[in-house]
């Protein structure tokens, strides 16, 4: 009878546990489509979102994209005026430099304009001075001629007379030396005739021996005599040549050493003058450098200046230009109130601070009373607007806190939920309020038998064969 009991009930748990398997295998499927229809709907609601999402994107990008394309062309129409501008003062600059160049020309041709004038007016003086001394000098040498012609003549007549008294002594001497001679030639003759007549005897006889003997030396003597006679004619003619040479010579050095004293005087003055012009020039170009230099430094000043002031500008236009932008992205979100009145008005301000308030928008810092504003109150419409956005952010900040809890919780429900409608290991290990399993939550361990403490349990050996439970575990 146990046993009976112990199979009947044996069978109704195999029975309880089957139906609990077909239960959970209806209730995966069951939350599989479940999952699959919800995950359609979140699809297509993801879709509509996406798709508004997208939208809005493309609205703003195509709003950002017509700003850019504003933007660029004001750059573009700011950067042709700059252009411009530049090309202007580019030609002005030119223009400047053009008359500066013309102007020191017309400097540089009228220093050289007096420098020529200065130039030709030392020469004529030069040339008159070199006249009066050339005329002083030919009226000097004229009277030197003269007087060494009247020298000469003097001394011609004095040595005509010393010639004269000499030739008549000479005569005289010659007339007793003649007559002297006469009669030793006389005695010399008669004994000369003697020893002429012996000695022509004796010549005689030599000279047929010297022409027996020097025949042929005789004929040679002829003919280089002769040769001779040409030879020495030649000598003097070229001794002739010679001498008109040399003194053709002797002229044209004198003339030469005159040329050459005449021009060194003239280069010498020319070589002054060329090195005081010279002197002149190289102050001149001194002063041209210097004065290049000094303009060259000016114009890198005044690039570097004009470079330093373009970054400067550039750097407040980019700062200007994301200033209206952020303004116009500031305009968007203003109110109907904000745009009708853009500053808040101060409770504790008079009437005249709120027409200062109304007029806040203008560049300069003057009221409409005409009054200039106070220093430490420059910013005073700008700081209310900026605390008023500061509240703003503070408030929207806040509200997003508040939105994120808001959403974890829903969140956190919506996984309840979910967790709740499908079946799997991760929601069986854990907690699940709809899983309920004879009145009791979250049951993952395999259920008990009852069993009483003093019976044990008994089967038969056969009935585990048959039933093919052998080293099977019971429960």
């Not at 700011?78 to 002005?92: P, V």
């Not at 939920?417 to 395999?446: C, E, H, T, W």
Request: aromatic share 6%.
């Amino acid at each position: 009878m146990r046993q009976r009991e112990y199979d009947a009930q044996n069978q109704k748990y195999q029975a309880a546990r089957n139906e609990l398997k077909q239960r959970m295998e209806q209730e995966k499927a069951n939350s599989r489509m479940n999952r699959l229809k919800i995950q359609n709907q979140w699809r297509k609601i993801m879709r509509l979102a996406k798709v508004e999402s997208l939208r809005k994107g493309i609205e703003i990008l195509s709003q950002n994209h017509e700003r850019d394309v504003d933007r660029k062309d004001a750059i573009i129409q700011m950067l042709d005026r700059d252009l411009e501008e530049a090309e202007d003062q580019f030609q002005m600059a030119l223009r400047s430099h053009l008359q500066n160049m013309d102007q020191l020309i017309d400097l540089q041709d009228s220093r050289l304009l007096t420098s020529e004038q200065e130039f030709e007016q030392e020469l004529h003086t030069l040339e008159a001075e070199f006249q009066a001394e050339k005329e002083a000098i030919v009226k000097q040498h004229a009277l030197e001629t003269q007087e060494l012609n009247d020298i000469m003549s003097a001394v011609e007549s004095e040595e005509q007379e010393r010639e004269a008294e000499a030739k008549q002594e000479h005569e005289q001497l010659r007339e007793e030396i003649r007559n002297k001679n006469l009669e030793e030639i006389n005695m010399l003759r008669i004994g000369l005739d003697s020893q002429i007549e012996d000695l022509e005897q004796h010549f005689e006889t030599a000279h047929l021996n010297y022409l027996q003997t020097t025949d042929q030396r005789t004929h040679d003597f002829k003919y280089y005599t002769k040769k001779d006679q040409e030879l020495s004619k030649e000598i003097e003619i070229k001794i002739r040549k010679i001498e008109r040479l040399q003194a053709s010579l002797h002229h044209w050095r004198t003339k030469l050493m005159q040329n050459m004293k005449e021009c060194s005087t003239r280069n010498a003055l020319l070589l002054e003058e060329k090195n005081k012009i010279q002197g002149h020039f190289q102050q001149l170009k001194a002063r041209m450098n210097r004065f290049r230099t000094s303009q060259g430094k000016r114009l890198t000043e005044l690039t570097q200046n004009a470079h330093a002031c373009k970054k400067k500008i550039s750097g407040r236009i980019g700062l200007a230009e994301r200033i209206l932008v952020l303004s116009e992205l500031a305009r968007k979100m203003e109110t109907e109130q904000e745009k009708v009145i853009p500053f808040q008005a101060n409770p504790n301000n008079t009437e005249a601070d709120a027409d200062e308030a109304a007029a806040a928008l203008q560049t300069s810092s003057w009221t409409a009373d005409g009054k200039p504003v106070q220093e430490w109150c420059h910013l005073d419409n700008f700081l209310r607007k900026y605390n008023k956005v500061l509240l703003d952010k503070l408030a929207i900040e806040r509200e997003r806190e508040r939105l994120e809890a808001e959403n974890g919780d829903l969140q956190t429900i919506l996984k309840q939920y979910f967790d709740g409608v499908s079946v799997n290991d991760a929601v069986m290990r854990s907690a699940n309020p709809l899983f309920v399993v004879n009145g009791k939550l979250n049951i993952s361990q395999p259920l008990p038998v009852r069993r009483a403490p003093d019976q044990l349990t008994v089967v038969d050996a056969n009935h585990m064969v048959t039933t093919s439970r052998v080293n099977t575990t019971y429960f």
